[in-house]
């Protein structure tokens, strides 16, 4: 039992102090949920990646390309259902600081093979059926201000048009993903276009296939079947690996380094210089107080309670400022997911993230607290009260 | 004479400094009376705030015992001591020792958050402490909006508001000018003679020792015989 008036009016001694003390705690602990929402997002591909896709790629590398002829030969394999091939093309819209992706595809396979992606504007037939059309994700379409209909040029880089100009799509449909596996921001078009466009000599780049995506069969031993896909190629032209969607996504947020590694270090350097400066406050606010402990304690007040004032004193004070920083994590998380649309898409704040950071704020109280409060509750009264104020 | 309510026997209180021990109250006895005033008096270094923190229970000594009202204080462990000076002892400081961000009612009503009272309960206890104290129109006011007799005052307010039966005042005028000091003092009179408190007081002044019904000497660690005081007028 501490006299619990002590706790806040102690706190509000030194407005100014204890006000940079709150903040600092409050800004640390929402970069340290924005950081680790950022996480989040890289992962959610590797989460929500579909259980009945296989991708074959290059064992090489992502941009070493495999022959147009696998596609025929893996459609006779047993087990595999459809193929869809993803061609990177690494265009830009106007100016190279407008990223988004943009990929050759198979567009009817493509929508067969991804029902998460939902066409909900323009046609899909119209789409299937016109080679010089394109799909683009609502959130790209909306941040171009792209429509149905619009034509969208995109400056190639890796396959320059012979003529100089630009590639132009025609916008037949926007499309949403119901799951993060697909980001809203990328353009689809068609492969036979990029393809046709080479063969006719009116562009130019490398001729082959970047990755295959298979859908298996319900029931397919995935296991055993991508061994037999390996051992396809094994002697070449192009050697293959064969991954579920999951371990590909899993490498291509491997390929930005170690990601998860580099924010959890931010995050632990960052939250070791806030217990730095909580310890600090504490520590001078506990100095100041060693003459009311003197006091406390000739009144009658135990020793463990004046470790509890302390204690108190030093969790309300990162309470409150890890509690401003979780609000402002969750309220301000549309706007961040928003602000790292194309980069970071799938960014959430989930309750995994909150309680970390709500763990994090109560052990930075803690450790900012128990030296202070140990130092008070072994100090003996007379000491303590010969302290000058 | 009936038995004291405060003894001590063989009372003896060493400091090491630097290796080398200084025995500031050696072997001390001494009776203390019932309903007594009592004014400790000596020359600085004597021992006087040593013995009167042995006897409030503050600290504690090598050896000899303490007893108060039949228990050996002495003996008591750190927790047993802090309960036994919340129920017996209220404490007056030279430098008042108020906690500076209370204001003087929350001040007062400090130590009864120690006892079973309610919230209400506690705050009417405080107020008939501060109204007995003469400062019932400043209890809102914080100690550094008090002046320093105001904040002795409210100093003795708390140390009587959970009704102990002692009170240890280490020159508790020390600090303050002539007027405030009478007034501190006429307080400790009527709480001794009104209340029936037993005061035992450390004082340099011989003024304010002449408030009190007995006077003890100290000197270098040692206690002179308990002599009444004769009061003023008759002297
Ligand atoms: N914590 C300590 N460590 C070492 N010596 C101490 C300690 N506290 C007190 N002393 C010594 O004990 C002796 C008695 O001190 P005490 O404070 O009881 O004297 P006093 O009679 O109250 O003096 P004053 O009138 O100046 O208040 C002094 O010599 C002092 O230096
Ligand atoms: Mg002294």
């Not at chain 1, 002829?69 to 394999?77: F, N, T």
């Not at chain 1, 491997?254 to 730095?276: D, K």
């Amino acid at each position: 039992m501490f006299p619990t008036r002590l706790v806040f009016k102690n706190l509000l001694k030194h407005k100014l102090r204890v006000l940079l003390t709150v903040a600092s705690i409050a800004i640390a602990v929402f970069l340290l949920c924005a950081l680790q929402s950022l996480v989040v997002a890289l992962d959610a591909g590797v989460r929500e990646a579909a259980s009945n896709r296989l991708i074959v790629q290059s064992k090489v590398s992502l941009f070493v390309y495999m022959p147009e002829s696998y596609k025929a030969q893996l459609e006779r394999v047993s087990g595999v259902e459809r193929i869809v091939r993803w061609n990177w093309f690494g265009g830009y819209y106007q100016d190279p600081s407008n990223f988004f992706a943009q990929f050759a595809t198979d567009a009817d396979a493509l929508l067969d093979v991804y029902p998460e992606i939902q066409i909900v504007e323009g046609s899909a037939k119209d789409f299937i059926d016109d080679q010089r059309s394109c799909i683009i994700g609502a959130v790209t379409a909306e941040k171009y201000g792209f429509k149905v209909g619009d034509t969208v040029p995109i400056i190639a880089t890796l396959f320059p048009r012979t003529d100089g100009a630009a590639w132009d799509f025609r916008v037949a449909a926007l499309y949403r993903s119901l799951k993060k596996n697909v980001d809203e921001n990328t353009l689809f078009f068609h492969s036979q276009y990029l393809d046709k466009s080479i063969e006719l000599g009116e562009a130019s780049g490398p001729s082959g296939v970047g990755v295959f995506v298979l859908r298996t069969a319900p029931g397919v031993d995935q296991t055993a079947l991508m061994s037999e896909i390996d051992a396809m190629y094994e002697n070449g032209p192009q050697v293959v690996q064969t991954t579920t969607e999951a371990e590909f996504q899993a490498q291509f947020v491997s390929m930005i380094g170690n990601v998860p590694f580099f924010v959890n270090s931010i995050g632990t350097g960052v939250m070791i210089a806030i217990l730095l400066a909580a310890l600090n406050t504490m520590l001078m606010s506990a100095r100041e107080q060693t003459r009311d402990v003197g006091v406390l304690k000739a009144l009658g007040f135990q020793d463990g309670s004046i470790f509890g004032l302390l204690m108190a004193q030093s969790l309300v004070m990162c309470g409150i400022g890890g509690g401003i920083g979780i609000a402002m994590a969750k309220m301000l998380e549309p706007g961040m997911a928003k602000f790292l649309g194309t980069m970071f898409p799938g960014y959430e704040v989930t309750s995994t993230t909150l309680m970390m950071a709500a763990g994090l704020t109560v052990g930075i109280g803690v450790l900012a607290g128990i030296a202070p409060a140990l130092r008070a509750r072994s100090m003996h009264v007379i000491e303590a009260l010969r302290a000058t104020a | 004479m009936s038995t004291p309510l405060i003894r001590l026997r063989g009372v003896t209180k060493t400091y090491e400094r630097g290796g080398e021990v200084l025995t500031v109250l050696n072997k001390l006895d001494l009776d203390i009376e019932k309903n007594g005033f009592y004014a400790l008096m000596g020359p600085s270094g004597s021992g006087k705030t040593t013995l009167l923190n042995l006897i409030g229970g503050l600290d504690q000594g090598e050896s000899g015992e303490i007893v108060v009202n039949g228990e050996d204080i002495a003996r008591m462990d750190g927790a047993d001591l802090a309960t036994w000076r919340a129920s017996h002892v209220g404490f007056v400081f030279q430098g008042f020792n108020l906690i500076p961000v209370l204001t003087a009612q929350e001040n007062v009503e400090l130590p009864l958050l120690l006892t079973n009272l309610s919230r209400s309960e506690r705050r009417k206890h405080a107020e008939v402490a501060l109204a007995l104290v003469g400062l019932s129109d400043r209890r809102s006011h914080r100690p550094s909006q008090l002046s320093g007799g105001q904040e002795q005052r409210v100093a003795i307010a708390r140390a009587i508001v959970t009704d102990p039966m002692l009170i240890m005042a280490d020159e508790p005028t020390g600090d303050l000018d002539r007027k405030s000091a009478g007034e501190v003092l006429d307080l400790l009179t009527k709480l001794n003679e009104a209340h029936g408190k037993t005061i035992l007081m450390v004082t340099h002044d011989p003024a304010a020792a002449s408030r009190a019904k007995k006077i003890v000497n100290m000197d270098k660690g040692r206690l002179g015989d308990v002599v009444d005081n004769q009061p003023v007028a008759q002297r």
